[in-house]
């Protein structure tokens, strides 16, 4: 296979144990240069840059919110938003949990106070909430037309698990639960995956690129799509296990630099 392009996971496939580049990743990414390296996350664009910055490839578009929003060079490509009254229902129902809420707006990310989830999530991306009540948010949002990319919900394992009952009974028809640990759980627009979104910025920036030429790395079920749809899908070994099922490679795992192993096999 002739590898046009490159698109990787993030945490527990692109970042080390300490969840950042290691020295080795980031030459290896720097040598091939020539192929463009997209990072595609279900992390916010804020949290994503800082990585471009260390790999040299700003210029290069990111595909943010697990392809809730894709930007190239701070214009918006593509937007997927879930609406008010579905962000105002999740919101409603945590109400009367002990569940922690966090709302995603492209750069803007809006907690009702910084504890332990959202001093834990801040210390993993390297980028500040601000806290406002979630009603408020909400209410603004409303207002101004906007809505949350992702909602991100942290807390007790059953109350999570209430939760995704929930959304599966009442909201299924807009919006999806996954769960990226068994406490938290990450919920997105129904429309949008990785694949979509990959689909949608070959037609936009590389149309002579098809996904046959696509090289991605992955650990989630989120990646599941993604890595089943191009040329080669690699799960890094500490890959979900349906993850490890579907892959076309495997490769060490996101502690011992499993990205940048595979990555020397590529001229």
Same mark, same amino acid.
Do not use: F
């Given at each position: 296979?002739?590898?046009?392009?490159?698109?990787?996971?993030?945490?527990?496939?692109?970042?080390?144990?300490d969840r950042e580049l290691s020295e080795k990743t980031i030459q290896e990414i720097k040598r091939l240069s020539h192929v463009p390296f997209i990072l595609i996350s279900s992390r916010m664009p804020q949290a994503m840059v800082h990585l471009?910055?260390?790999?040299? %490839?700003?210029?290069?578009?990111? /595909?943010? &919110?697990?392809?809730?929003?894709i930007i190239d060079n701070g214009a918006v490509l593509d937007t997927t938003e879930i609406t008010a009254n579905t962000g105002e229902a999740i919101a409603k129902f945590?109400?009367?949990?002990?569940?922690?809420?966090?709302?995603?707006?492209?750069?803007?990310?809006?907690?009702?106070?910084?504890?332990?989830?959202?001093?834990?999530?801040?210390?993993?991306?390297?980028?500040?909430?601000t806290v406002k009540s979630i009603t408020e948010t909400l209410k603004t949002w409303r207002i101004e037309g906007k809505g949350a990319h992702k909602i991100m919900c942290m807390g007790d394992e059953k109350e999570i698990d209430t939760l995704v009952t929930f959304i599966e009974q %009442?909201?299924?028809?807009?919006? /999806?639960? &996954?769960?990226?640990?068994?406490t938290y759980l990450e919920i997105s627009h129904r429309k949008i995956s990785k694949k979509t979104a990959i689909r949608t910025l070959l037609n936009l920036r590389y149309p002579k690129v098809s996904f046959e030429n696509i090289l991605a790395f992955g650990d989630n079920y989120n990646d599941i799509e993604m890595?089943?749809?191009?040329?080669?899908?690699?799960a890094v070994k500490n890959a979900k296990e349906e993850v490890l099922a579907i892959a076309?490679?495997?490769?060490?795992?996101?502690?011992?630099d499993g990205v940048a192993i595979f990555l020397k096999k590529i001229n």
């Open positions: 296979m002739q590898t046009k392009l490159i698109c990787s996971d993030i945490d527990g496939t692109l970042l080390n144990k471009q910055k260390q790999l040299n %490839n700003t210029h290069l578009p990111i /595909i943010a &919110y697990n392809g809730g929003l945590c109400e009367t949990t002990t569940i922690h809420i966090s709302l995603y707006h492209n750069d803007e990310w809006y907690v009702p106070e910084m504890d332990y989830w959202a001093k834990r999530e801040q210390n993993n991306t390297k980028v500040d909430p %009442n909201l299924n028809d807009e919006v /999806i639960p &996954y769960r990226s640990k068994p890595l089943k749809a191009v040329g080669v899908g690699v076309d490679e495997i490769t060490e795992t996101n502690k011992e």
